[in-house]
């Protein structure tokens, strides 16, 4: 395909755990200091595949063989693999939150003097590579003290402390917002011009196209093909199209609501930021939902539509300052998650690791989790009727796993979001809150959560959707509530929300004269 060998390639890797072929006999063929994309559903096995180059899985524990820079490798550890110039940036940020930004950098790597740490080395190699990537923090800042984008910088930073010639990112977008999207699309370039070669896992297609030079993509666990993206002709359909083995010109379920009458309704919700008294994150937030209904919430990164989701959930963020909560024209109390709970709430949280799940669960003790009380008598568990529980949701719900006692991180992220909703289900919920439900998950994915929600929503539950996607929102939902530093500043109708539209609506507060009023919808 080149006149020059390839920087790596990777021959006939397979990859089995107990009862699952994750790769099967995958080739890969990356170009010197090209941007590579790898695509494909969850569960495809794009990060077992890096994982196998980057040597968390080491060389023994899978068959085929890896060539990097003309030559075979067996890495026995991911330390090895660094050595070699090889570093991989996990969807899951390895850094230590209560380590500044120089210690964590230099993590591993630290510069010796006199048998102790050259600090004056370490802050000045710190500076070098925050000015490398954009970083202006004072490199004694603590990790936690910085947003997620910053994270993934510093992340950056810290694998061009190890000297990288090949870097790995896995989802490096998945949690940022569209500047620190862009950001780090435009350091990715940067690097290529530095003679860098970089391999990006996303399930963000249009940053794929925009970016990379060549697509690889994986389906169930094989390699289906390798797109030249310098030759033209490389859209997000025939992405799609390689990825799930069709088109998807309709991304979203065909479906006709059919919503009845408000049944959930909030009125002036105040809530105040949990450390900074003077801040409100919620102001006087007011809106309705009705039963069969899925209602979106639009807004731009710390809008406060997570927020306003969990104060109402039980009062789980923020110090509550006023407000009333209706269902079916009652006022109700939701001072405890118990509470909102059995009044017939569910939340979804964006984070599915961190707050979603037990990582240490398997998947029927994750799905009884929220209701206990109805997988016990007298207190005491009732196995068989546990396991029948959750082995109907991982059917009806398709949760690609042999069996509900498998642990939920052995799941793709597609499948374990799966798990959080059938959690959440189990619950018997009327109104159930899903916040990012889609996050980090692929188009085949979505296009099946889509169609439970759909399927919730026909039960007659309502649903409220939190999504940075705007075609998300635009496709799924029958309304749209647009929010702007806590507070709603519009109300739009399916037929009338566009992008431009809904943008106004997210960067103003001329609530009066924004909000656009729906009838039925």
């Not at 190890?162 to 862009?182: C, F, G, H, M």
């Not at 709430?345 to 206990?372: H, M, P, Q």
Request: charged share 25%; proline share 3%.
């Amino acid at each position: 395909m080149e006149s020059a060998p390839p920087l790596l390639e990777m021959r006939s890797i397979t990859k089995e755990f107990p009862g699952v072929l994750a790769l099967s006999d995958v080739n890969l063929r990356v170009r010197r200091g090209e941007i590579h994309a790898i695509c494909g559903e969850n569960g495809a096995g794009k990060s077992t595949l890096m994982k196998v180059l980057s040597g968390v899985y080491p060389y023994g524990s899978y068959s085929g063989s890896i060539l990097y820079q003309g030559n075979e490798t067996r890495f026995a550890d991911i330390k090895a693999s660094e050595h070699a110039g090889i570093v991989i940036i996990h969807q899951e940020l390895a850094l230590v939150p209560g380590m500044s930004i120089t210690e964590n950098i230099i993590l591993g790597n630290e510069p010796r003097r006199f048998g102790g740490i050259d600090w004056k080395a370490a802050n000045h190699k710190a500076l070098e590579l925050m000015a490398m990537v954009g970083l202006t923090e004072d490199p004694d800042t603590l990790i936690k003290d910085i947003g997620v984008g910053k994270q993934q910088l510093v992340e950056i930073a810290k694998a061009f402390a190890k000297d990288v010639k090949l870097l790995i990112l896995d989802e490096p977008t998945a949690a940022l917002n569209e500047a620190d999207s862009r950001h780090l699309l435009d350091l990715l370039r940067g690097f290529k011009e530095r003679g860098v070669t970089s391999i990006m896992i996303s399930h963000k297609l249009n940053e794929i196209a925009a970016i990379a030079d060549s697509i690889t993509i994986l389906r169930d666990g094989k390699t289906i093909e390798t797109l030249d993206v310098t030759a033209g002709a490389v859209d997000e359909d025939r992405i799609v199209r390689g990825m799930v083995g069709r088109s998807l010109s309709n991304r979203f379920p065909d479906h006709t609501p059919d919503i009845g009458d408000v049944f959930f309704e909030v009125r002036d919700w105040t809530v105040r930021h949990p450390i900074s008294a003077e801040r409100l994150v919620c102001k006087n937030s007011s809106f309705t939902v009705r039963r069969g209904e899925i209602v979106g919430f639009a807004g731009l990164m710390g809008a406060g539509r997570t927020e306003l989701a969990m104060s109402l959930f039980g009062r789980a963020y923020g110090v509550y300052l006023g407000g009333q909560v209706f269902k079916d024209g009652k006022p109700v109390e939701l001072k405890s998650v118990a509470q909102a709970i059995n009044h017939g709430l569910a939340y979804v949280s964006e984070d599915r690791k961190a707050i979603g799940l037990n990582l240490l669960d398997d998947i029927k003790t994750s799905i009884v989790a929220a209701k206990l009380s109805k997988v016990t008598r007298n207190g005491v568990l009732d196995e068989a009727r546990e396991y029948h529980e959750a082995e109907s949701y991982r059917k009806s719900l398709r949760i690609k796993s042999p069996s509900v006692d498998d642990g939920v991180t052995t799941l793709s992220g597609g499948n374990q979001q799966k798990v959080v909703l059938a959690k959440w289900m189990f619950t018997d919920p009327d109104l159930l809150i899903l916040d990012e439900p889609t996050r980090g998950i692929d188009v085949g994915a979505k296009y099946e959560i889509y169609g439970i929600i759909q399927q919730l929503a026909d039960e007659g539950k309502g649903v409220i959707v939190i999504s940075s996607e705007l075609p998300e929102l635009i496709g799924l939902c029958d309304r749209i509530y647009t929010v702007f530093e806590g507070t709603i500043t519009g109300e739009i109708a399916r037929k009338d929300a566009d992008p431009e539209v809904l943008m106004k609506q997210m960067t103003s507060i001329n609530k009066k004269t924004s909000i656009t009023k729906t009838a039925n919808a």
